[in-house]
């Protein structure tokens, strides 16, 4: 079992930054790919970006590719997320998610057996 909990999110101006931290207790953290997701307001779910359990690679959907960054520490159980150059069309919650132990990157829901309960990151224009 692995527990997730979100901190990070608030409110920015287009054009800032905002760094997004995944803490995760359970033990087995540190051998599961992780991702950060988000929901906008009446949209599904979609992938921001992910990295895998080594840390040695990353994957990034197209419309963040350049602005967000993801990373992770294994010996202190988290993973991050560095946005920069936001846009309002960033606005939504957004979930960190551990995938299976050894798996690789996956950049869908089903590719996630455990979820955060999500923090709300606001851009205003």
């Known amino acids: 079992q692995v527990q997730l909990v979100e901190s990070g999110g608030g409110l920015v101006q287009a054009g800032g930054s905002l760094s997004l931290s995944c803490a995760a207790s359970?033990?087995?953290?540190?051998?599961?790919?992780m991702g950060w997701f988000r929901q906008a307001p009446g949209k599904e779910r979609e992938f921001v970006a992910g990295?895998?359990?080594?840390?040695?690679?990353?994957d990034y959907a197209d419309f963040v590719k350049g602005r967000f960054t993801i990373s992770r520490g294994n010996a202190r159980n988290i993973v991050n997320v560095y946005m920069n150059s936001l846009k309002p069309e960033d606005t939504a919650v957004y979930y960190c998610?551990?995938?299976?132990?050894?798996?690789?990157?996956?950049?869908?829901?089903?590719?996630?057996?455990?979820w955060g309960q999500g923090t709300q990151v606001t851009v205003s224009s």
């Open positions: 998610a551990a995938g299976g132990i050894g798996l690789d990157i996956a950049t869908t829901e089903k590719g996630y057996d455990y």
């Open positions: 359970g033990g087995t953290f540190w051998r599961r790919p």
């Open positions: 990295i895998s359990w080594t840390g040695d690679s990353q």
